[in-house]
């Protein structure tokens, strides 16, 4: 069964710092990756999908990357301001699944100070 | 651009109530989905829908019923609401395989 992990789980930093987000995947059999945000008491926005065939997607402040072999993406966030802050949901779509479900992270929760 | 749409937003039953989620999208996409989210559990599959007139159990069926009413609409049901149900329910829609999957704003169900 695929597993995804999010590293780390919570993440407090300062305004205008460049940060990293950790997501790990134990089945590389994936059609694609998508990045989620999500607001407090809000439902899951998607920020960035990554096809199995492509190795980074942009937009805006927001990179993600994608290592499928090694079972890695990265979700990389530029000059982060207050308004970044949320959780951040990492989620894979399985080949093995015969109808393309995600499979999801915990996320890591982001603040980010003035 | 409503994109997928749950109602209600906010429920709170009584242990033994029914009621039923409602979920529609305006994407024409022929897969569906609803997922809860618990703390320190993640968001789990509960049932899915290929397509209109069929559906298929996730990994957390158990208590729930679900029905595919056409290609628009996925309706979840609770025949008889136990407190471990109380959670956030998503709704999703997507085309398999390679697209984008899109999130309804959830529903807040709290059994008393």
């Known amino acids: 069964k695929q597993e995804v992990t999010q590293i780390p789980a919570a993440l407090s930093v300062p305004e205008g710092e460049n940060l990293v987000l950790n997501c790990s995947f134990t089945?590389?059999?994936?059609?694609?990756l998508q990045w989620f945000r999500q607001d407090p008491g809000k439902g899951l926005t998607s920020l960035l999908l990554i096809q199995s065939s492509q190795r980074e997607q942009t937009s805006g402040r927001l990179n993600a990357s994608l290592d499928k072999s090694s079972g890695r993406s990265t979700l990389y966030i530029a000059a982060s301001q207050p308004g970044d802050s949320a959780t951040y949901l990492c989620a894979v779509k399985d080949r093995g699944s015969t109808l393309g479900r995600l499979y999801f992270g915990r996320g890591t929760q982001l603040t980010v100070w003035p | 651009n409503a994109g997928v749409t749950q109602t209600p937003k906010f429920q709170v039953l009584k242990t033994g109530q029914s009621m039923t989620l409602q979920c529609a999208q305006d994407?024409?996409?022929?897969?569906m989905y609803w997922y809860r989210q618990d703390p320190g559990m993640g968001l789990r599959l509960i049932y899915y829908s290929a397509s209109e007139g069929t559906t298929d159990k996730g990994e957390v069926p158990n208590g729930y019923n679900v029905s595919r009413l056409n290609k628009r609409e996925f309706s979840l049901r609770l025949e008889s609401a136990a407190p471990s149900q109380t959670s956030v329910y998503f709704c999703?829609?997507?085309?398999?395989?390679?697209?984008?999957?899109?999130f309804g704003q959830g529903t807040r169900l709290t059994v008393v």
């Open positions: 999703a829609s997507s085309e398999w395989p390679n697209t984008e999957a899109f």
């Open positions: 994407m024409n996409h022929n897969s």
């Open positions: 089945d590389s059999a994936i059609y694609n």
